[in-house]
């Protein structure tokens, strides 16, 4: 089974360049890399033999430089890996056994840790009204990680060494099936930047693909590496939040859940904004 991999950079070449030598090493020249650089001002350096790159003359944000790296990509299976993520040894030889032994098998999330070795919840169930409260990093799930609402929406962390089914599975490393691909489509352009992994996960399920999170796979995530601009990812992250829910949730009467969802995020925008500030002002 042949593997893609489809790296995403912006103004993150030292993490781009560890990132690679992690698939290389991992899948060695079996394994085709694309780097789709999105710009930010930083020349390219040398990059391993072998190695595509593809460059926007300006940051067309994640989905769409996905979809660039994707459509020039050949591998039955497209691994996406942000630029601060790496793959543990291993990593492909498993993943091959894993989707040739479940032909249903569409999108595949490893099991992800930061580097303190700190598990990362990036399995989750549907977003709900409770996936505002219980986000990854939110307060509450940091207070309460063993209450039975954070397990209820992320179903790994009962036991983070068995496989599960779940609904979505972080993009930051994620496997989709190319025929999963060619079936729902590529990944929605209208998100700049988060929730077009869910948005993804969501479009393969309704086809009848399988998605889950496989803890024989594994890797190191150091999240928001490569996202500079504090205030501009949190605006980014809510408006995506709101585009998912337009796409896919209720809008009730005279568009009335629209405005709640719309008040609800706009109110966590900026709690999180503040609490950011805060931080900077200690």
């Not at 003359?57 to 591998?75: D, T």
């Not at 930061?114 to 939110?138: F, H, M, N, P, Y």
């Not at 496997?175 to 929605?188: A, C, I, K, N, S």
Request: hydrophobic share 40%; aromatic share 8%.
């Amino acid at each position: 089974m042949r593997f893609s991999a489809v790296i995403v950079n912006y103004a993150s070449w030292p993490l781009t360049l560890r990132c690679i030598r992690s698939l290389r090493e991992a899948g060695g020249e079996e394994v085709e890399v694309i780097v789709v650089d999105n710009g930010g001002g930083e020349s390219p350096p040398g990059l391993q033999p072998g190695v595509r790159l593809l460059r926007n003359a300006r940051n067309e944000g994640f989905a769409r430089a996905c979809n660039r790296g994707i459509a020039a990509s050949r591998g039955e299976v497209v691994l996406l890996i942000n630029p601060d993520a790496r793959v543990l040894p291993g990593f492909f030889e498993r993943a091959a056994r894993l989707f040739s032994a479940d032909p249903r098998l569409g999108i595949a999330g490893p099991r992800i840790t930061g580097e303190d070795g700190e598990l990362q919840l990036s399995a989750r169930r549907e977003i709900s009204l409770a996936s505002g409260l219980v986000g990854r990093t939110s307060l509450l799930t940091r207070l309460l990680p063993e209450s039975r609402l954070v397990r209820e929406e992320f179903p790994a962390t009962a036991d983070p060494s068995r496989p599960a089914e779940v609904d979505w599975v972080s993009g930051a490393c994620m496997l989709v099936r190319r025929r999963t691909l060619e079936e729902v489509g590529p990944l929605d352009e209208r998100f700049f930047m988060y929730f077009e992994d869910a948005d993804l996960c969501r479009r393969a399920r309704q086809r009848g693909w399988r998605v889950r999170y496989e803890p024989a796979l594994e890797a190191v995530h150091g999240a928001g590496g490569s996202s500079h601009d504090r205030p501009r990812a949190v605006w980014l992250l809510h408006k995506s939040a709101f585009l998912y829910h337009r796409k896919h949730g209720p809008h009730g009467p005279f568009g009335l859940c629209d405005l709640l969802v719309l008040a609800g995020l706009a109110a966590r925008a900026l709690a999180k904004l503040a609490a950011g500030w805060g931080r900077r002002g200690g």
